[in-house]
């Protein structure tokens, strides 16, 4: 049976992954994910490229080291071209809001399995997510409620939680607004033979 690990310490891929009934060895890359988007960013790299770019790098460096299907996933919020981080705190998770707000936006998830440190399957969603206009207040209200837990995503939200408040329309998959589409993954992995058909 092959080995199949995570190249990411996210807690909610890990738990995508575990609740799908796939078994992975969750192992955090050594990457430098900030140093890597500075110099995609300043190459004038596309949002959606730079999300596959750090996909790749996570799987690839752990895969240099173990056996097995190694899967990287990295997520990027695109708001009319402009990449958006996650939050460094919960004035900026006020403000990411502040910009969301009437607008549609697109989360880059992207995915990609590596073995013996090479890519071999790599995919890219992109759900459409409308947010409604959002008053001060409720964005005061909201970012209190929620607290620490919005500097873990990027659009400072969780579509599980209160975050399914904030929008009017989506557009894509659940698992890959989660941050890992794991309908293609399952694909993949069944013509490979690591999930039965």
Not at 142 to 162: F, I, K, P
Request: charged fraction near 25%.
């Amino acid at each position: 049976m092959t080995n199949i690990i995570l190249a990411s310490g996210s807690a909610s891929r890990r738990a995508l992954l575990s609740g799908a009934g796939i078994d992975a060895e969750c192992i955090k890359p050594n990457v430098d994910e900030d140093a890597a988007k500075s110099a995609l960013r300043r190459e004038d790299v596309s949002v959606r490229d730079q999300a596959m770019h750090l996909a790749e790098l996570k799987a690839i460096k752990v895969s240099n080291n173990r056996p097995g299907f190694v899967i990287g996933g990295d997520q990027m919020l695109s708001l009319e071209g402009e990449a958006f981080d996650k939050p460094v705190d919960l004035d900026a998770a006020a403000d990411h809001l502040r910009k969301l707000s009437s607008k549609t936006h697109t989360l880059e998830t992207a995915i990609a399995i590596a073995e013996n440190g090479t890519v071999i399957w790599r995919h890219l969603a992109r759900p459409k997510l409308t947010v409604r206009a959002l008053s001060e207040a409720f964005i005061a209200d909201y970012v209190e409620r929620c607290g620490e837990a919005l500097l873990s995503t990027v659009g400072a939200y969780q579509l599980e939680g209160l975050g399914s408040q904030l929008f009017t329309k989506i557009e894509g998959d659940y698992f890959s607004i989660l941050g890992l589409p794991l309908l293609p993954l399952h694909d993949y992995l069944r013509t490979r033979g690591v999930l039965h058909s």
